[in-house]
Each structure stands twice: as C-alpha cells, then as structure tokens.
C-alpha cells in the first residue's frame, strides 16, 4: 500500500500539471457516475493528506480517493517528470513510475516550447509495480485510449490522469471532506500543530506503539514500512503502550516521522538508513533491500547488533524488530 509520501507525490503531480485547468471527468469503467458532477469544472488545487488525496473544484465539489492496496494513477501527456522519476526509470518501489524521460529536471523540461508526451504510473503496489519493465508507452497520440478499468479519467487540454483500482474514489462537498479529515490524525506537511495532535493521540491509547503508528486516527500516513522503520531508528519495542511512552520520546518520534516523510516526498523512496554516502546511498535507492534497518529482514541480522530480526504478525500486518535494539517493552 502507498504510504503517505506516495500520496504527497501524487498531489504535487496534479499541482504541476492540472491544477488551475477546466478538466473533463468520465469513468471509462463506469463505477463512477458522480464523475459528472465534476466535468467542465476547474480545479483548483490538489492535496494529501495521510494516504487521502483531495481535489477540490471550481464548483464546490471536491474529489476524494484512496487509493488502497491496489490502486494507481497513470499520468500521460504533457506531464513533468522529476529528477527522481527519471533517474529511477520504472524502478521506484513502492511508487512506481515510469516515463518517456526528455530531460533530468524539470527545469529543462519547462524550458521546451512543445509538450512533450510522456506517461507514468504513481502509487501502485509494491509487488505488481516491481514487476513491469520495458513497457513504457512513447505513443504520440493524445488522449491515450483507456487501458484496463479506469475508474475515472481526469483529461484537460493537455494532460490525462486515470485511476485504476482505488479503494475510495468519490465527490463530496466541504461537510465531506470535513468529515474525513475528523477522522485522520496529523499529517506533518499539513497539520502545524501536528507534533501535540501526535502526542495527545498517543497519550490516550493503551495499545501498542507498533499499532498505534498504524491507525490513521492516530497519525495520517505512516503504513508498515515507515511503522517498522520509525521505531528501529528511536529503539523502542513495538509492543510498549502507547500511552507510556514519555513525552521526550514522542517528540523524538514525530521529529523523525517529519524527517522521513520529507525525504520520502523528495526522492519517492523511503529511505530510512541515515549516512550513506557514495556507493551505498545509490544502492539504497536503487534497491529496497539496502534500504531498511528492519523492514522485510525477518531472520537476517541486524544491522547494528547482529541478532536476527524478528517479524510477527499483528492485526494481519507483519511487523519487523530486532528484539535486541527494541528489546525492552
Ligand atoms: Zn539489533
């Protein structure tokens, strides 16, 4: 699943090339009626908040998606590529992208008269997007045909996003959108007063951490990479209480998820190894597996003491330690 830097990468690509632009709406797959109710509409601005995209238009209506286990955006036309999604070239982990690259940055890409046609996939899952290679679409034809179930296509003069998959994809106006975001806790890109949301949420709960940084009530965003991660890097145990946790240590906690979560938004990678220079920095973003402390190393040795990494499953998710780092609950 997508965790929130992912979501975060996808708003800035509507932000850069459909916010502002009069957009036509239509669900090729037909499961989504109420895309008319936006059609013809401008939109005005798109942004995350947790794993949860909002694109509120120019008619008081706002759209509203998850993109859940499955989902994904694929973006085609004269879209812009980021220096992150042209170094990578299909390779992004848990977002995939992949394009036609015309140049490394945008800024050689804005100074080109012509759009130039090009097409990437944001936000799908991990082991289907590790699986594609060599088919990156360099069809000249704009809008593209539909591919699959698209379940809304988003087309403006020169740009299309379609969304295949999502767990949420619906209209709502701002009583909606009110209501879901009652029901998320802090995103740090978006909430200034995240880190005492963070720790007020936390003082109130029983369950453990490990839990606790998954529930989106709790903290908006993280999912089971970061969870894993996040605690290794502070060494608590995944299974203390929430609640006792002194507030030294949830501060240092929504410090590093801040940290995180902004180096995961610039590189589309969630990197969580700190200090890696050189070779080992270009390993770590080319691939997953030097990357993490924890994450997905259940039986291999950890990296600082040795022991091997422990993986349970909780709430049907699996949760990596190392019971040596984090030994004390
Ligand atoms: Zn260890």
Known sequence: MPEGHSVHRI??????????????LSSPQGRFGDAALLSGARILDAYAVGKHLFMPFDNGATLHVHLGMYG?????????????????????????QR?????????????????????????EDTRSSEDVSGDIDTSPTFPPEPIGQVRCRILTSNAVADLRGPTTCEVLDDAGVARVRANLGPDPLVDTDGGERFARNLAKTRV??????MDQKVVAGIGNVYRAEILFRARINPYRAANDLDATMVGALWADWVALLRIGVDTGQMLTMDGLLGDD???????RADRHWVYHRAGLPCRVCGT?????VVATRKMYFCPTCQGVA
């Open 11 to 24: 708003a800035g690509q509507f932000r850069r090339a459909f916010v502002g632009q009069t957009a036509q």
């Open 72 to 96: 994904a955006w694929d973006f085609a036309g004269s879209v812009v590529l980021d220096d992150t999604a042209a170094s990578a070239r299909g390779r992004m982990g848990q977002t995939n």
């Open 99 to 123: 394009g036609t690259v015309v140049g490394a940055h945008e800024d050689s890409l804005a100074s080109i008269g012509a759009p130039r046609r090009t097409r990437l996939r944001m936000g």
């Open 208 to 213: 453990a951490i490990g839990q606790a940084l």
């Open 281 to 287: 920095y270009a390993r770590a973003l080319a691939n």
């Open 308 to 312: 091997p990494i422990v993986m349970d």
